[in-house]
Each structure stands twice: as structure tokens, then as C-alpha cells.
């Protein structure tokens, strides 16, 4: 069963990360591969808006 939940705070990516090591090996197609990309895309935004990295300007 799918039970994605949004990550608010610090502690949050630790459970994210916890399920998505439970699901690195799911089947394409299945109910876990879905719910691991759903982590992942979460994951990625969290990580996106907490530890932003500048652009870079070549002179």
C-alpha cells in the first residue's frame, strides 16, 4: 500500500529515505516502483528547496 506523505521538517527525509531502501529493488510496473518514484520526486524537491545550489556564470 502506497502511503506517501509530504516532508515537512528534518526528520522527515530520514523516514523518506528509510522506505525508498525498502523499495530500491521493486519491479517496474508494480505498486512499490510507483510509490518509490513518488519518493523520490519528493526527495529531490526537498532537497532542491533546503540546500539550493547557486547557478554558475562563466565569464
Same mark, same amino acid.
Given at each position: 500500500m502506497? +502511503?506517501?506523505?509530504?516532508i515537512? +521538517? &528534518?526528520? &522527515?527525509?530520514d523516514? $523518506?529515505?528509510?522506505? /525508498?531502501e =525498502? #523499495?530500491?529493488a521493486a519491479?517496474?510496473?508494480?505498486? =512499490?516502483?510507483n510509490e #518509490?518514484?513518488? /519518493? *523520490? #520526486? #519528493?526527495?529531490?524537491?526537498? =532537497?532542491? &528547496?533546503r540546500y539550493p545550489v547557486? *547557478?554558475s556564470? *562563466? $565569464?
Amino acid at each position: 500500500m502506497m +502511503n506517501i506523505q509530504p516532508i515537512h +521538517n &528534518d526528520a &522527515d527525509p530520514d523516514r $523518506a529515505f528509510a522506505r /525508498l531502501e =525498502e #523499495l530500491w529493488a521493486a519491479d517496474a510496473g508494480t505498486p =512499490e516502483a510507483n510509490e #518509490l518514484e513518488g /519518493l *523520490s #520526486l #519528493l526527495i529531490k524537491k526537498y =532537497e532542491d &528547496d533546503r540546500y539550493p545550489v547557486g *547557478s554558475s556564470h *562563466s $565569464a
